[in-house]
Structure formats: structure tokens, C-alpha cells
């Protein structure tokens, strides 16, 4: 392949990831990494997709850092910090292909099933912090075995019907610190390449530009839109587990 068709291919999916992300909050690992998977040898695209999503995570943070809830999230942190080491430890001792597809088959349904729900019934209290904690802990273990941190706390505000922008406010935080706190584990274990730094520094622009147009959308579509993106996104990461 090309050096051209490589610089193209390599920006169309960190521009498509960061405008997902960019708009929902999460699953920039799963649109870019549909791609860039199939490229890049995944001791180049996992570290880069990372630190793609986290830069993603800055932005979105500071962008809509007046609808950020950080003491709500807090609970949810805590919960996860706990799981993420569990998930590394479970990465390097056991095979976790199994898991992957379990829940990458719960993630599936679940989306499915909301999608075509009728009239849901939502759960309108979350106040139960033990609850959330679990859920916390539950979307750091999993992340740290998917790459997808948010999925559960999205699936929980799902569940609860919370508002886009208070959906936005509580998730964000949480998937922002846990994808620095995994990053920060595994660099603690392993190097980054020079190879992954040149990359990084080559998807900037479309890594700014996607991210922008995401979060511009954002502000403009309604809650059932913005429900839908977000059951569509999780639908379409459960399915790239499971394939």
C-alpha cells in the first residue's frame, strides 16, 4: 500500500472515529478500529486508536465542560478504577476472547431491543451509589478487556432515560479517566513505538476536524436522535466484538 493511500486511509478513520466520538461521547475505538485494525498491526493501532480517543476525550471535556457533572461521576470512577487493574491483569494471564464475544452479544441485543422497544418505561432514580458503582466497576472491567468503558454507563443512562446533556455530562468524565488510567497501566508495562508517535502526529487534523463537526452536531440534534445515535453506536461495537 501506498505511502498516499496510507496517509488517506489513515485520516478517513480517525476523522470518521473522532466525529462518533465526537457527537456521542464514546466508540471511537470501535469505528476507527474497524479500519484500522485491518491496516496497521495491532501493536500500532491499539496505542494509537488510544491515544487518538483520549486527545478526542480532551476535547469533548473542554467543550462541554459547562454540562460536565464530575461529583456525580465520582461514584462511577471510583468503581472503575478498581476494575481496570483487574482487566489488565486478566489481559496478560488469560484468554479473554470468550468474554469479548459474550458481551459483545449482550451489548448487541440490548441496543437491538431498544431501538424497537415501544413506550419504554425508564427507571427514573439513580441514586443508589452503590448501584452505580457496580456499574463503574463493570465498564472499567470491561474496558479494559474491550476498549469500550462506556458501554455499560450508557447502557445504565439508557435504562434511566436520563437527557442528552445530562447522559453527556455524567458519562464523559468517567470514559475520559478511564481511558487515562489504562494508558497509563500499560505504559507502565510498555513502550510506545516511533511508529505509532508519527502516525499520531499525521491524523491530528482530521483527529481536530472530526472531532469538531462531532461535537457541532451535538448541540444541534434532539434527544430521540441523539438516543438513537447512541443505541445505533453500541448496536454496531457489540457486533464488531462478536466479529
Known amino acids: ?35 484500522l485494525l485491518h491496516v496497521f498491526p495491532p501493536m500500532e493501532a491499539v496505542p494509537l ?20 457533572q464530575w461529583k456525580a461521576s465520582l461514584v462511577f470512577i471510583a468503581g472503575g478504577a478498581l476494575g ?9 494471564h488469560v484468554e479473554t476472547g470468550t468474554f469479548r464475544l459474550g458481551f459483545g452479544s449482550f451489548v448487541s441485543l440490548y441496543a437491538a431491543y431498544a431501538l ?16 452505580n458503582a457496580l456499574v463503574g466497576f463493570g465498564g472499567g472491567l470491561v474496558g ?10 450508557a447502557i445504565w443512562c439508557d435504562i434511566h432515560g436520563l437527557p442528552k446533556n445530562q447522559q453527556r455530562g455524567l458519562v464523559q468524565p ?3 479517566i478511564m481511558q487515562l488510567f489504562a494508558l497509563a497501566l500499560m505504559l507502565a508495562h510498555h513502550n510506545i513505538s516511533l511508529e505509532v508517535l508519527i502516525d499520531f502526529g499525521i491524523s491530528l487534523p482530521a483527529l481536530a476536524a472530526g472531532t469538531a463537526g462531532g461535537i457541532f452536531l451535538f448541540g444541534r440534534i434532539n434527544e430521540m436522535a441523539f438516543k438513537r445515535i447512541v443505541l445505533g453506536l453500541l448496536l454496531f461495537s457489540g457486533l464488531c466484538l462478536v466479529i
Open 1 to 35: 500500500m501506498s505511502n498516499i493511500v496510507l496517509y488517506l486511509v489513515l485520516s478517513g478513520a480517525v476523522f470518521a472515529g473522532a466525529f462518533v466520538s465526537g457527537l456521542s461521547g464514546f466508540a471511537f475505538s470501535a469505528v476507527a478500529g474497524a479500519i
Open 49 to 68: 486508536m488510544m491515544a487518538c480517543s483520549i486527545t478526542v476525550q480532551a476535547a469533548n471535556l473542554f467543550a462541554l465542560r459547562k454540562s460536565m
Open 174 to 176: 468517567y470514559i475520559g
Open 116 to 131: 424497537f422497544r415501544s413506550a419504554p418505561a425508564y427507571l427514573r432514580q439513580m441514586q443508589s451509589q452503590s448501584r
Open 144 to 153: 479494559g478487556l474491550t476498549a469500550m468503558p462506556g458501554a455499560l454507563p
Open 84 to 92: 481496570i487493574p483487574i482487566a489488565i491483569y486478566l489481559l496478560q
